[in-house]
């Protein structure tokens, strides 16, 4: 299946490429009761221009943390976070940013939502219409640019996201879990949606994933952090061909790959929860069986 494709090549070329985002020494402590708690230690991470990242870790690793810090949205103790080599200094509109929740305004139409970022900017209300077009169009929601969040089904929504935070042309695409919410079938489509706008458009993402199998499908490389504190336990690149299509699944290169970050991600489960390595007997609670 991969006979053909160069993966040394292939990462030599991203390499070569120039740093779009650097973390340095990146740590974030919380407030915790009366004391504090370490959620990110020395997180050091390069990612190069039109690369795609994904993030995935156990729970309570940091995963979140991470894109909400890049994104400037929330602060940090200590270390260094830049773009193209400058420090970043709160949100911007050089850095869009998509959550798992759908955060359309609700009382602003499909059209209206995605207008918001250029209006916002200081471009003309035409203008910002043109634009918002635009992408409406290339998330394929054109008959619906006057419709409201409620009248979206949750993946149209998540497209509307996307445009919103496409719209302002961003150097990074950073996305916390955005397809979670979204059922398998609509999952699926809305994955290969995201690849097909990053091959064509000059875009870096940085996504944060619970799934392996998500993971595996979109990134050049995975960052796999373990937790208690959020660390960086290693980067994975996945040596997978591109453009990929979900018949890659199948592949005997796709399981390895997934016994490999399987591993990384679930093997301090029991560690971060000790309870786990006992759970109780159910009593019986009902006189119905399963048993005739």
């Known amino acids: 299946m991969t006979e053909h494709f160069d993966s040394k090549a292939y990462f030599e070329s991203i390499y070569t490429r120039p740093v779009m985002l650097e973390t340095k020494n990146l740590s974030q402590i ?7 708690r370490l959620v990110l230690n020395k997180i050091d ?3 190069h221009k039109r690369e795609f990242i994904c993030v995935i870790g156990p729970s309570g690793c940091g995963k979140s943390t991470l894109s909400r810090v890049v994104a400037g949205l929330d602060d940090f103790h200590s270390g260094e976070v830049l773009v193209e080599g400058q420090k970043i200094k709160g949100p911007s509109s050089e850095r869009g940013m998509v959550f798992q929740g759908y ?9 209206e939502n995605v207008m918001f970022g250029p209006i916002m900017k200081g471009i003309s209300r035409t203008r910002a219409e043109e634009m918002a077009r635009e992408w409406i169009n290339i998330i394929g929601l054109d008959k619906y640019e006057n419709q409201f969040p409620h ?7 998540q497209r509307v996201a996307i445009a919103r935070a496409l719209v302002n042309e961003p150097k990074i695409l950073l996305m916390d879990e955005p397809f979670g919410a979204l059922d398998p079938y609509t999952r699926q489509k809305m994955q290969k949606h995201l690849m097909d706008l990053w091959q064509n458009i000059d875009l870096t993402i940085m996504f944060v994933t619970h799934d392996m199998d998500e993971a595996i499908l979109l990134a050049d490389r995975i960052v796999a952090l373990k937790a208690n504190p959020g660390e960086v336990k290693e980067v994975i690149e996945v040596n997978l061909p591109r453009p990929r299509s979900f018949d890659l699944i199948h592949s005997t290169e796709f399981k390895q790959l ?3 970050v399987n591993q990384l991600v679930h093997s301090q489960e029991e560690e971060l929860d000790p309870s ?3 759970l109780p007997k159910i ?4 006189q119905v069986s399963t048993q005739k």
């Open 30 to 36: 919380f407030n915790h009761g009366d004391g504090e």
């Open 45 to 47: 991470l390069t990612i």
């Open 103 to 111: 955060t359309l305004f609700p009382w602003k139409t499909v059209k």
């Open 151 to 157: 009248e979206l089904s949750g993946g149209m929504k």
């Open 258 to 260: 997934r016994d490999r």
């Open 276 to 278: 786990l390595e006992d």
């Open 283 to 286: 009593p019986r609670m009902t």
